[in-house]
């Protein structure tokens, strides 16, 4: 699956400390929301989840996904801004300690071990290919 290239701003920001809102479609078409790690793996924006949670069941029915992340910096008119990624979620198993330990370090410290269980479940990654940028900042198309 081919998407669209993360700017420099969209990628540091999706690097950073803040927590993502995550929008998948549930079972009724309405929203179903929850906050979580984010990071970027190649081209890819990933989450990664020990247990089977309810946005996994949501993205393997339907993979359509919308990414919602704060910034802490104001625009010229002094709105904080904000990056929204819509795309494409493929929900694999495996790999999700690893992938948690690495984020834990971005949101938690350079010194924590995370999960902090021996023997973590193999739990789920979430690739998430970006097909349209939104928000308000750089990453945002003119003239929106």
């Given at each position: 699956m081919t998407g669209i290239p993360l700017s420099l701003a969209a990628r540091e920001l999706l690097e950073?400390?803040?927590v993502a809102h995550v929008v998948t479609i549930d079972e009724d078409g309405g929203p179903q929301v929850t906050a979580a790690w984010v990071g970027i793996d190649g081209e890819d924006i990933v989450i990664a989840t020990l247990p089977d949670q309810r946005k996994l069941r949501t993205l393997r029915r339907d993979p359509r996904i919308a990414i919602s992340v704060p910034s802490t910096t104001r625009?010229?008119?002094?709105?904080?801004?904000?990056?929204?990624v819509y795309g494409t979620a493929r929900v694999t198993e495996g790999g999700a300690a690893d992938m948690l330990q690495r984020l834990a370090h971005?949101?938690?410290?350079?010194?924590?071990?995370?999960p902090g269980m021996p023997d973590p479940p193999p739990g789920f990654v979430t690739r998430i290919t970006p097909e349209r940028l939104g928000g308000v900042g750089p990453w945002s198309p003119p003239g929106r």
């Amino acid at each position: 699956m081919t998407g669209i290239p993360l700017s420099l701003a969209a990628r540091e920001l999706l690097e950073s400390d803040a927590v993502a809102h995550v929008v998948t479609i549930d079972e009724d078409g309405g929203p179903q929301v929850t906050a979580a790690w984010v990071g970027i793996d190649g081209e890819d924006i990933v989450i990664a989840t020990l247990p089977d949670q309810r946005k996994l069941r949501t993205l393997r029915r339907d993979p359509r996904i919308a990414i919602s992340v704060p910034s802490t910096t104001r625009n010229a008119w002094g709105l904080l801004e904000y990056l929204v990624v819509y795309g494409t979620a493929r929900v694999t198993e495996g790999g999700a300690a690893d992938m948690l330990q690495r984020l834990a370090h971005t949101y938690l410290g350079p010194d924590v071990v995370f999960p902090g269980m021996p023997d973590p479940p193999p739990g789920f990654v979430t690739r998430i290919t970006p097909e349209r940028l939104g928000g308000v900042g750089p990453w945002s198309p003119p003239g929106r």
